[in-house]
């Protein structure tokens, strides 16, 4: 059984940066994708990005791409979403999954860690 768990999120003005961790224990084959996602208030959960484990290529939302890196630490078992020249619109709550295979749906999901960005 995989389980997430992220950490990181909190208060920032516009302009500066966080770094978001999600922990994965339980690794299997379940978890050779994963991703971060995030919910802001009145709206759908959205793809932020996506990172093979084995070979460590990324894709991004266009909407986060050139200022959010997404990255992973073997040895630590453990994500990170590297968040920079934040905007008040990347407030949400950020999730990080897993899935098996590129075409499986996400089927682990983490708890949620809230990015909130002031103007």
């Given amino acids: 059984q995989v389980q997430l768990v992220e950490s990181g999120g909190g208060l920032v003005q516009a302009g500066g940066s966080l770094r ?3 922990a994965v224990s339980g690794r299997t084959f379940s978890s050779n994708f994963m991703g971060w996602f ?3 208030p009145g709206k759908e959960r959205e793809f932020v990005g996506s990172i093979s484990w084995s070979s460590g290529t990324t894709y991004y939302a ?3 791409k050139g200022r959010f890196t997404i990255s992973r630490d073997k040895a630590k078992n453990t994500m990170y979403l590297q ?3 934040l ?3 990347d407030t949400a709550v ?3 999954a897993a899935r098996p295979s590129f075409t ?4 682990y999901w983490g708890q949620g860690t809230q ?3 002031s103007s």
């Fill in 104 to 107: 499986t749906p996400y089927g």
């Fill in 20 to 22: 978001l961790s999600c």
């Fill in 38 to 40: 995030r919910q802001a």
């Fill in 62 to 64: 266009d909407s986060v």
């Fill in 87 to 89: 905007k008040p619109e």
């Fill in 94 to 96: 950020y999730y990080c």
């Fill in 83 to 85: 968040m920079n020249s």
């Fill in 115 to 117: 990015v909130t960005v």
